[in-house]
């Protein structure tokens, strides 16, 4: 069974950076798109970023140009690193693992994910 692991959340003043790490424990091909999305209380759960199985990422335009998705295959981990980061990124945000990339761009995102993580807490303060 694929278990996705979250790490690296916290809280930070605005301006600052995160970097969030998913790491895979399991059997998840490498043909697999993975990313993340975050769900905020009272908000539409958001598809941030993909990183399909060629590496090409895509991203939210609400992250565009401040967050940066990488993967290491040898550590089966993907990484976000978050920079320039805004109070309304405070969020809870889940890695997530699929045999396609689907979820950027969508006005919203159901659960229906081929693996999910547990989600990491990120919190910006003004």
């Not at 003043?13 to 769900?39: D, I, K, N, P």
């Not at 090409?56 to 920079?83: C, I, W």
Request: a neutral charge.
């Amino acid at each position: 069974q694929v278990q996705l692991v979250e790490s690296g959340g916290g809280s930070v003043q605005a301006g600052g950076s995160l970097r969030l790490s998913c790491t895979v424990s399991g059997y998840v091909s490498r043909s697999y798109c993975m990313g993340w999305f975050r769900e905020a209380p009272g908000k539409e759960r958001e598809g941030i970023v993909s990183f399909d199985s060629d590496g090409t990422p895509k991203y939210a335009d609400s992250v565009k140009g401040r967050f940066t998705v990488s993967k290491d295959n040898a550590k089966k981990t993907l990484y976000m690193q978050m920079d320039s980061l805004k109070p309304e990124d405070t969020a809870k945000y889940y890695c997530v693992a699929d045999v396609e990339c689907w979820w950027v761009g969508l006005a919203h995102v159901p659960l229906s994910f081929g693996a999910l993580g547990q989600g990491t807490q990120v919190t910006v303060t003004s």
